[in-house]
T-cell receptor, first 116, second 112 residues
Framework: DTGVSQNPRHKITKRGQNVTFRCDPI?????LYWYRQTLGQGPEFLTY????????KSRLLSDRFSAERPKGSFSTLEIQRTEQGDSAMYLC??????????????FGSGTRLTVV | DAKTTQPPSMDCAEGRAANLPCNHS???????VYWYRQIHSQGPQYIIH???NNETNEMASLIITEDRKSSTLILPHATLRDTAVYYC?????????????FGTGTRLTIIP
């Protein structure tokens, strides 16, 4: 297992277009998290799944954002009608509910979105 | 989750110990202190965590005060590769407290 994989690494899109990012967690991890990070700030929590259930969503996750984890494995984050304010690094992390209190999360390298 | 306070930036000479402080004065009894770091253009990386005892692993040591209101992350022999933003995070152990809430962290620069 090579860790948490995020694709694409970079995405440039025109304002108003839809974009979708994919996250492949560590295979034995049942929890998956999405964060957003803008320049100079720490990562901000967006949403979290345990298996296929979406257990928590931040109020940052507007109606234009939707996340899925259909089979409890990979996850997708879609942004509809992108705005320039959506430009950020989107980070995915995974963990095991059995051990994450002791081993923390594993983060991917992120997808950098630029909306022009 | 309890809020943490960290200095925005610190410098440390290469080869010396880097001591990064964190205040978490509102921490409650079931909340752990976690440290992560983020090297430029990468995702955050878990370093260490603790509840009330001091902890050490291959990356760092964590010293938690007896009243648990503050802690210090120690990198014993800092190298240039330790230049990163370091985040101190308090997280509860109860169901519903799974997410990590990041602040703005401390930007540590290791000077050759």
């Amino acid at each position: 297992d090579t860790g948490v994989s995020q694709n694409p690494r970079h995405k440039i899109t025109k304002r108003g277009q839809n974009v979708t990012f994919r996250c492949d967690p560590i295979s034995e991890h049942n929890r998956l998290y999405w964060y957003r990070q803008t320049l100079g700030q720490g990562p901000e929590f967006l949403t979290y799944f345990q298996n296929e259930a979406q257990l928590e969503k931040s109020r940052l996750l507007s109606d234009r954002f939707s996340a899925e984890r259909p089979k409890g494995s990979f996850s997708t984050l879609e942004i509809q009608r992108t705005e320039q304010g959506d430009s950020a690094m989107y980070l995915c992390a995974s963990s095991s509910s059995l051990t994450d209190l002791f081993y923390g999360y594993t983060f991917g390298s992120g997808t950098r979105l630029t909306v022009v | 989750d309890a809020k943490t306070t960290q200095p925005p930036s610190m410098d440390c000479a290469e080869g010396r110990a880097a001591n990064l402080p964190c205040n978490h004065s509102t921490i409650s009894g079931n909340e752990y202190v976690y440290w992560y770091r983020q090297i430029h253009s990468q995702g955050p990386q878990y370093i260490i965590h603790g509840l009330k005892n001091n902890e050490t692993n291959e990356m760092a040591s964590l010293i938690i005060t007896e009243d648990r209101k503050s802690s210090t992350l120690i990198l014993p022999h800092a190298t240039l590769r330790d230049t990163a933003v370091y985040y101190c995070i308090v997280r509860g152990s109860n169901f519903g407290n799974e997410k990590l809430t990041f602040g703005t962290g401390t930007r540590l620069t290791i000077i050759p």
